[in-house]
């Protein structure tokens, strides 16, 4: 059996207050093994080091005395006596796994109460088990109109399902999407707890207790969104052509699964407004289609309606229920065709979406909220409530929907600022150079770190997120990150996929083979492995042919033959690799995806048919066995 280990924060970087609290930034972790072990393992060695990879480039945040999992109208709802683990949200408690131990313990269950011999509850451990969230956080203090306030922007990533951009996709039985975040965007005006949000406190006040300066009453005002993937059973899958094979199951089949999700949003948030940006044509359209039948089956009496564009026949497309007799009546499903709408760098046009989400944004309302001095436990008077979210994707949920999203913040905190007076109908904070610096940064920075954390890289279009404008220079950006995302979806994400299954508990090496098993070892037939090599040479010799100096008398005729051979020995393994890709795909070896396994041995049975060096390819392929995919089930349900 693996040893336990303890994996601890030892370097933290102040991010700025929350009310008071301070919030810090994970920036170094140490691992602690319970015992030292008596024999090495290659596996754990590895295991060790996936994690340690993942926690090194994973963006995590924590707070002492706040919840950072919650929105602040989730808070407002919440009893502040209850330790924090507790009023943590699950979905976003990401290191709920790793702290499981603790919790029995805890809880009066578990192996730990048991090598203690001890039994019932311990509170005395609250302070121990910590909530750590992983995604984006930006507190920054600055001024518009005159008006001091502290301006905050926070992405929450969700635990479950959670992965790299191929490896993950689509819902899950249990009702979980791919690369589902909730960004919250908070106002606070008359911070006195600290100087705009800054890194020291107030006097007299330590970590959000009462006790601050006396001054105007504190109000805080908070807009939450989430972006979620297509919610029916989907994958791409990676064969090292650039644009990966699409694969949907049959819709009626996730119906159960999308009600499970699509239930939790509505008691979370309210209203959803189905913002769906991907392409009406092309292979994108399937997902458009299925994702449209899915609202149609879970709507009890839908309504249809289309708007013509100037360069389609459909650039919105809007499916609402006629009545509101049933709970998935409060579904309004919209698509926009960004890509035909803003073609040519018109993004101006992406205001026609928000031209029709108008009605249910105003009607949606946001969160807004006075500070009781009096209240010892620093609670909110509500007196706003946000009932209702906009759930946008695109394929990815990332490029198109920061763009979008960004739309959405803009019109709804000119909103709140005219509502609070500190502008005049009319008025835009853009007309603040300053402040729309700001707005623009952080949420250039948000898709950047949402996208990284997903695809391996920043995000696409941030320079007009950022400037208001495309350039230039962000169109080669976007340029090397296509490229980069390509070799990092391609030959990097299975280690980084991995890495989220340990860390998150989806894959358990204690139930599973280990001691010798060897499980991260290429077996795949040697000559296989061996092709890429002979590309590389090939391009080495030729390179050697063209840039050696040859004598003034020499013979030509041996260089040419020496050329040919090592053009055709290239060609054919170039041709080899990219017609076989799915063998040089890095999948991930722990929960190797059902549908990888299946092509990656009708792959293998095609290569044992190859003319040219099928019959010396005799050994079995490498172990990305089905077998595993049993571990990954098990792995969910004990994370619930």
Not at 414 to 429: H, I, T, Y
Request: with cysteine.
């Amino acid at each position: 059996m693996p040893d336990k280990y303890i994996i601890v924060i030892t370097k933290a970087q102040p991010m700025g207050r929350l009310k008071g609290h301070m919030v810090y930034k994970v920036i170094a972790t140490e691992f602690l093994s319970l015992r030292e072990r008596p024999l090495h393992d290659p596996d754990e060695d590895t295991y060790i080091n996936l994690l340690k990879a993942l926690l090194k480039s994973a963006p995590m945040y924590f707070s002492y005395s706040i919840d950072i999992t919650n929105s602040f109208q989730r808070q407002a709802q919440s009893d502040p006596s209850v330790p924090l683990w507790k009023r943590a949200d699950d979905r976003f408690f990401w290191n709920r796994f790793i702290q499981s131990d603790l919790i029995d313990f805890r809880t009066g269950g578990g192996s730990i109460s048991s090598f203690r011999h001890q039994t019932g509850q311990q509170p005395g451990v609250d302070p121990f088990i910590l909530p750590v969230a992983f995604g984006m956080m930006r507190i920054t203090g600055t001024w518009i109109n005159s008006v001091p306030l502290t301006f905050v922007l926070i992405t929450r990533r969700s635990r479950h399902r959670a992965g790299t951009r191929y490896f993950s996709r689509g819902i899950d039985d249990q009702g979980h999407v791919s690369n589902f975040n909730e960004t919250e965007q908070i106002v606070i005006l008359n911070d006195n707890y600290g100087p705009l949000g800054g890194l020291e406190g107030g006097g007299g006040m330590q970590n959000g207790k009462v006790g601050g300066n006396d001054g105007p009453e504190m109000q805080l005002l908070s807009y939450v969104q989430t972006r979620g993937s297509v919610p029916v059973y989907w994958a791409e899958v990676n064969t090292l052509h650039y644009v990966p094979d699409l694969q949907i199951r049959t819709v009626e089949g996730a119906v159960d699964a999308a009600r499970k999700h699509f239930g939790e949003q509505i008691r979370i948030y309210g209203d959803n407004y189905l913002v769906n940006l991907v392409n009406q044509k092309g292979r994108e359209k399937r997902v458009k289609e299925a994702y449209e039948q899915m609202v149609r089956f879970l709507v009890s009496s839908p309504s249809e309606s289309s708007e013509a564009g100037q360069m389609t026949d459909e650039t919105i497309h809007v499916v609402e229920p006629k009545t509101s007799n049933h709970e998935f009546d409060r579904l309004h499903y919209v698509y926009f065709d960004f890509h035909n709408e803003t073609k040519g760098l018109k993004w101006h046009r992406a205001l026609k979406l928000l031209d029709r989400l108008q009605e249910g944004l105003v009607k949606g309302q946001y969160f807004r909220g006075l500070d009781m001095p009096a209240d010892a436990h620093g609670r909110l008077e509500v007196r706003n409530q946000q009932t209702a979210v906009v759930r946008t994707n695109c394929m990815d949920c990332l490029d198109r929907t920061n763009v979008v999203q960004t739309l959405l913040a803009r019109w709804t905190l000119n909103r709140q600022l005219v509502d609070l007076g500190v502008l005049k109908s009319g008025e835009s904070f853009e007309d603040d150079a300053t402040f729309n610096d700001i707005f623009r940064n952080k949420w250039a920075d948000n898709a950047d770190v949402v996208s990284k954390s997903y695809s391996g890289t920043g995000a696409l279009k941030t320079d007009y997120t950022r400037t208001g404008k495309r350039t230039r220079a962000g169109m080669a950006q976007d340029l090397n990150n296509s490229v980069t995302r390509y070799v990092c979806n391609n030959f990097a994400d299975g280690p980084r996929q991995d890495g989220f299954d340990l860390f998150l508990g989806a894959y358990l090496p204690s139930s599973s083979n280990s001691g010798g098993s060897l499980l991260f070892v290429d077996s795949r037939p040697a000559l296989v492995q061996s092709i890429p090599y002979f590309l590389v040479t090939s391009l080495l010799m030729l390179g050697i042919a063209i840039l050696t100096p040859r004598l003034p008398n020499s013979t030509i005729w041996p260089l040419r033959i020496f050329v040919i051979l090592w053009v055709m020995i290239g060609s054919w393994c170039f041709h080899f690799i990219y017609t076989n890709g799915m063998l040089y795909v890095n999948w991930p070896k722990l929960n190797t995806p059902r549908w990888a396994t299946e092509g990656f041995q009708q792959t293998m049975g095609n290569v044992r048919k190859d003319k040219v060096i099928g019959a010396f390819v005799t050994r079995p392929e490498r172990g990305a066995s089905n077998a595993r995919l049993s571990h990954a089930e098990e792995g969910k349900k004990r994370i619930q």
